[in-house]
T-cell receptor, first 111, second 116 residues
Framework: EDQVTQSPEALRLQEGESSSLNCSYT??????LFWYRQDPGKGPEFLFT???AGEEKEKERLKATLTKKESFLHITAPKPEDSATYLC????????????FGRGTSLIVHP | DAGVIQSPRHEVTEMGQEVTLRCKPI?????LFWYRQTMMRGLELLIY????????DSGMPEDRFSAKMPNASFSTLKIQPSEPRDSAVYFC??????????????FGSGTQLSVL
């Protein structure tokens, strides 16, 4: 059974204080790892897809990296508007096209 | 495109009543997912359709839940009878389908369901 564990559950940062969110996963064979951002009262919004160990993707202050066991979402010099819940999901090879989601990390960036 | 459209945004009902949630996926998308989100359990898949056919409904809690997709532009999730433990945010999501970045999901804004 595919498993996704995100840590920490919650993170409070000061504006400009860089940090990382972790997503550890267990799958039979990784087809893709996805990061989503969810704002209060809204549905998750796609950020990145990573497919193989060593791959990196960047978007503004966010950079996602991938190893064979985990992914990190690095947030550089965050701003209050980066406050949101960040969700990680994995898709495995083998017939099912259903992603398994982690519980998410709630990020609050204080001005 | 307007994105995935869900209705209603909020639903308050009494225990035992029937609830119907609606979803219009993005045009051209052939995969549709219904998820339920709670603080305790996070995002849980309820059912997955591909080309309007239910492929995996193993996440549907029990016989009180049913889902249909009569055509490529419309899906419903019905709860009958509803119970207080069904209170949650229900999301519909769609994707282009199989392969590469086609697998990223586009979510609707969700339906906040409260069963009293």
């Amino acid at each position: 059974e595919d498993q996704v564990t995100q840590s920490p559950e919650a993170l409070r940062l000061q504006e400009g204080e860089s940090s990382s969110l972790n997503c550890s996963y267990t799958v039979s064979g990784l087809r893709g790892l996805f990061w989503y951002r969810q704002d209060p009262g809204k549905g998750p919004e796609f950020l990145f897809t990573l497919y193989s160990a060593g791959e990196e993707k960047e978007k503004e202050r966010l950079k996602a990296t991938l190893t064979k066991k985990e992914s990190f979402l690095h947030i550089t010099a965050p701003k209050p508007e980066d406050s949101a819940t960040y969700l990680c999901a994995v898709l495995a090879w083998g017939g099912s096209y259903i992603p398994t989601f982690g519980r998410g990390t709630s990020l609050i960036v204080h001005p | 495109d307007a994105g995935v459209i869900q209705s209603p945004r909020h639903e308050v009902t009494e225990m035992g009543q029937e609830v119907t949630l609606r979803c219009k996926p993005i045009s051209g998308h052939n995969s549709l997912f219904w998820y339920r989100q709670t603080m305790m359990r996070g995002l849980e898949l309820l059912i997955y359709f591909n080309n309007n056919v239910p492929i995996d409904d193993s996440g549907m809690p029990e016989d009180r839940f049913s889902a249909k997709m009569p055509n490529a532009s419309f899906s419903t999730l019905k709860i009958q009878p509803s119970e207080p433990r069904d209170s949650a945010v229900y999301f519909c999501a769609s994707s282009l389908g199989r392969g590469g970045t086609n697998e990223k999901l586009f979510f609707g804004s969700g339906t906040q369901l409260s069963v009293l």
